[in-house]
């Protein structure tokens, strides 16, 4: 069983910044694509930002310029850096694993709350 363990996150002013990070319990290099999604009680969960093996990263139009992920493989995690946060911004984040074994179940973090205040 892998355990994804979110941190991070908390409140911050509009234009500020905050980095999650996720610590993975198994190498992420058994890991294809890594991501952060967010979800308010208004809306579905949402992919915010992906990252596959080779590093590529591909964004959600609204936090593109803004939100950076990695991965580090040596210490089996994934990071989103959140700059000029905006009050839209606030969500709980999670954060997704996905396995190269393509019978092996996906797993999500528990969830960590962002609140951007205007």
């Known amino acids: 069983q892998v355990q994804l363990v979110e941190s991070g996150g908390g409140s911050v002013q509009a234009g500020g910044s905050l980095r999650l990070s996720c610590a993975v319990s198994?190498?992420?290099?058994?890991?294809?694509?890594l991501a952060w999604y967010r979800q308010t009680p208004e809306k579905q969960r949402e992919l915010v930002a992906m990252?596959?093996?080779?590093?590529?990263?591909n964004y959600a139009d609204s936090v593109k310029g803004r939100f950076t992920i990695s991965r580090d493989n040596a210490k089996n995690t994934v990071s989103l850096q959140m700059n000029s946060l905006k009050p839209e911004d606030t969500a709980v984040y999670y954060c997704?694993?996905?396995?190269?074994?393509?019978?092996?179940?996906?797993?999500w973090g528990q969830g960590i709350q962002v609140a951007v205040a205007s």
């Open positions: 990252i596959n093996r080779a590093a590529v990263a």
């Open positions: 997704y694993a996905e396995p190269l074994r393509l019978d092996e179940r996906k797993y």
């Open positions: 198994r190498s992420v290099l058994t890991m294809n694509r």
